[in-house]
């Protein structure tokens, strides 16, 4: 049935381009300046995101990374992208969209993060638009959910300016920073209107 095909990309995904950043797949040679933002920004992240595993910022640990980023793209099970600014291609942070539910769901679940010198200029705005287009439009989803603890407030924020729902409420649904955590439930259907 055409209308719940899979879309996939066996060959490496397009660069998807939004409003003064584009978004493309974690290469090798990120991993400077992956490491070195994500160590700069240690206290402003790990509050909001899974425990840290003690190698997760080695050279190795990262070329896994990319490995399992690559089988889960070529499964069409989640597509994992780095942030950069346009006019200098500095990396800025990453988003993943991941957990695509194909067959009558279509949907996926999508993850962001910005490193802490560059939070807070509306480039995190621009990246998930850009990222909402390329879910809809080009993978063909019709539903994308996101859930944040209640107390983050800049992810609250981020996800009503780029027309995310507040649907529900879900105890203890992640462990985030070593803590079974409640979170807020938002999604976008793809006939939503970009505020
Ligand atoms: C969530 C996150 C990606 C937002 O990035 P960002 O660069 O601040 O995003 P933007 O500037 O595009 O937009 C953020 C919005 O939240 C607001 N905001 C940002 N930080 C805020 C804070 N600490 N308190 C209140 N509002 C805040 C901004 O003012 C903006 O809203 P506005 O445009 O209406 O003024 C970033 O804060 C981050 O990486 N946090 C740590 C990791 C994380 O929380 N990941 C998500 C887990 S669900």
């Known amino acids: 049935m055409a209308f719940f095909r899979t879309v996939s990309f066996s ?3 397009p660069t998807v381009e939004g409003e003064g950043v584009f978004l493309r797949a974690p290469q090798m040679g990120d991993y400077s300046d992956w490491a070195a933002l994500r160590e700069a920004s240690r206290a ?4 909001w995101e899974p425990t840290w595993p003690a190698d997760d910022l080695s050279r190795s640990a990262f070329r896994r990374r990319l490995r399992r980023y690559a089988e889960d793209q070529r499964s ?21 969209l991941a957990n695509i539910r194909r067959g009558v769901a279509q949907a996926g679940s999508i993850g962001y ?3 802490e010198p560059y939070a807070r200029r509306g480039q995190m705005t621009a990246a998930v638009r850009a990222l909402v287009l390329f879910a809809f439009a080009t993978l063909r989803l019709h539903r994308l959910e996101a859930a944040c603890i209640p107390s983050n407030a800049a992810s609250i924020r981020l996800l009503e300016n780029t027309g ?3 649907e529900g409420y879900a105890r203890e649904y992640l462990c ?10 938002f999604a976008r259907l793809a006939g939503d209107a970009m505020p």
Do not use: M
């Not at 402003?44 to 509050?47: Q, R, V």
């Not at 942030?83 to 942070?93: A, E, Y």
């Not at 985030?176 to 439930?185: K, M, P, R, T, V």
């Open 176 to 185: 985030i920073n070593g803590l079974w955590q409640d979170h807020l439930l």
């Open 113 to 115: 993060w910005i490193g």
């Open 76 to 96: 069409d099970a989640s597509y994992a992208f780095f942030l950069f600014r346009k006019v200098d291609q500095t990396l800025l942070g990453g988003l993943t």
């Open 11 to 13: 060959e490496p995904i």
């Open 164 to 166: 995310f729902a507040r």
């Open 44 to 47: 402003f992240l790990t509050p």
